[in-house]
Nanobody, 117 residues
Framework: QVRMEESGGGPVQAGGSLRISCTATGVTPCFYDMSWYRQSPGNEREFVSSIHPDGTTTYADSVKGRFTISQGNAKNKMSLQMVSLKDEDTAMYYC???????????WGQGTQVTVSS
């Protein structure tokens, strides 16, 4: 079965940096997107960033220029490097994989990022 593991979350000062990671195991060999979403209490879950099978990336306007998504040589691993963190970046960050040539979608349990001034 598919297992999603997220790590790297924690407290950080405003203006600081943090790197969170996600590893998916047990995924059927095929092409899929890997994405980050985030959600804070009282708000809807929002898209943060994705990396696609061809290596291209997508970012929400709110994080462009500050966050960088990357994928390891093992395509089931990805990281989100976050710099110049702001109070509004505080949220639970969720990893998602979604199949392209195969049909599936899996979510991790999330890792908490808390930015304080």
């Amino acid at each position: 079965q598919v297992r999603m593991e997220e790590s790297g979350g924690g407290p950080v000062q405003a203006g600081g940096s943090l790197r969170i990671s996600c590893t998916a195991t047990g995924v059927t060999p095929c092409f899929y997107d890997m994405s980050w979403y985030r959600q804070s209490p009282g708000n809807e879950r929002e898209f943060v960033s994705s990396i696609h099978p061809d290596g291209t990336t997508t970012y929400a306007d709110s994080v462009k220029g500050r966050f960088t998504i990357s994928q390891g040589n093992a395509k089931n691993k990805m990281s989100l490097q976050m710099v110049s963190l702001k109070d509004e970046d505080t949220a639970m960050y969720y990893c998602k994989i979604s199949g392209r040539t195969c049909v599936f979608e899996y979510w991790g349990q999330g890792t908490q990022v808390t930015v304080s001034s």
